[in-house]
């Protein structure tokens, strides 16, 4: 069965850090892409970034270019979303996917996992 579960969201205030991680399990890691995404109230998803291991990363949100980063420890079979200097319009849901290449629309991809909530609030 394949599994993705996002961890370690929560409330920062503006300014602050937190990085989320993606568990993976039930696919060939190492063959497929993962994608990070993420859905504020009342608007579409939209992506963020995308770690494969045959290509480079892919920033699909200017606004995180220089705040965010994306890793992945092929060992632990996990992707991780680190956020600094994070803002008020961070605030969503995000979600790790799964597909064999990195694509900016989240509708191409295959696995997903439930989504962690980032709230970024003083």
């Known amino acids: 069965e394949v599994q993705l579960v996002e961890s370690g969201g929560g409330l920062v205030q503006p300014g602050g850090s937190l990085r989320l991680s993606c568990a993976t399990s039930?696919?060939?890691?190492?063959?497929?892409?993962i994608g990070w995404f993420r859905q504020a109230p009342g608007k579409e998803r939209e992506g963020v970034l995308c770690?494969?291991?045959?290509?480079?990363?892919?920033y699909y949100k200017n606004s995180v270019k220089g705040r965010f980063t994306i890793s992945s420890d092929n060992a632990k079979n996990t992707v991780y979303l680190q956020m600094n200097n994070l803002r008020p319009e961070d605030t969503a849901v995000y979600y790790c996917?799964?597909?064999?290449?990195?694509?900016?629309?989240?509708?191409?991809?295959?696995?997903w996992g439930r989504g962690a909530q980032v709230t970024v609030s003083s």
């Open positions: 996917a799964a597909r064999g290449l990195c694509a900016p629309d989240w509708r191409l991809y295959d696995y």
């Open positions: 770690i494969s291991s045959s290509d480079d990363n892919k």
């Open positions: 039930g696919f060939s890691f190492d063959d497929y892409a």
